[in-house]
């Protein structure tokens, strides 16, 4: 029964489907182009990227000036340890006091990097979803299907890369 079954289909299928070259059933599809944006790069480029470098420069200063005044100390520390009228007490009281402004030097680089990781990701999370917002404002606008990112293409047109113009559009957004 089953054999008869599937006879008659394959039967059927074959009388009532027209043969199509593969290059027929190519061209008769429609055609969709792929739009792709360099997120990173509309980032980077973005006027509040840039004034996120300058408060991340900023405070890079700023920390610079602190582990100066720090590693002066340090060394003034360094060098009364090497005077030789100071007590046995007195010196170790040097030493214990220069192992804590080592670990106060080390702890205040671990704070402020941490400190400066976390702005520069969250306001770069903050930037890259305003970008998807006008991405697909765009799409939307321009009636295009589909829009991706650079990263995940191998090979493309440079004629579909929309890279500049969302730059601009979001620059524009943002400063009004």
């Known amino acids: 029964m089953r054999k008869l079954l599937l006879a008659g289909l394959i039967l059927a299928a074959s009388m009532g489907i027209p043969k199509v070259s593969k290059a027929e059933a190519i061209s008769q599809t429609k055609a969709i182009s792929v739009y792709y944006v360099d997120i990173q790069k509309v980032v980077e480029n973005s006027n509040k990227w840039k004034e996120v470098e300058n408060i991340i420069n900023s405070q890079i200063r700023e920390a610079r000036e602190k582990l100066q005044k720090l590693d002066s100390e340090i060394r003034s520390l360094q060098s009364e340890l090497k005077s030789p009228i100071l007590s046995q007490k007195a010196k170790e009281e040097k030493e214990k006091e220069l192992q804590q402004k080592l670990r106060e030097r080390e702890r205040y680089i671990q704070q402020i990097n941490l400190k400066i990781q976390k702005m520069g990701n969250a306001r770069s999370l903050e930037i890259i979803s305003e970008v998807v917002r006008v991405i697909d404002e765009y799409r939307k606008e321009h009636n295009i299907p589909l829009i991706i990112d650079k ?14 113009t969302i730059t601009k559009i979001y620059n524009g957004k943002v400063e009004k």
């Open 151 to 164: 990263r995940a293409v191998i090979s493309g047109n440079p004629k579909y890369d929309l890279t500049e």
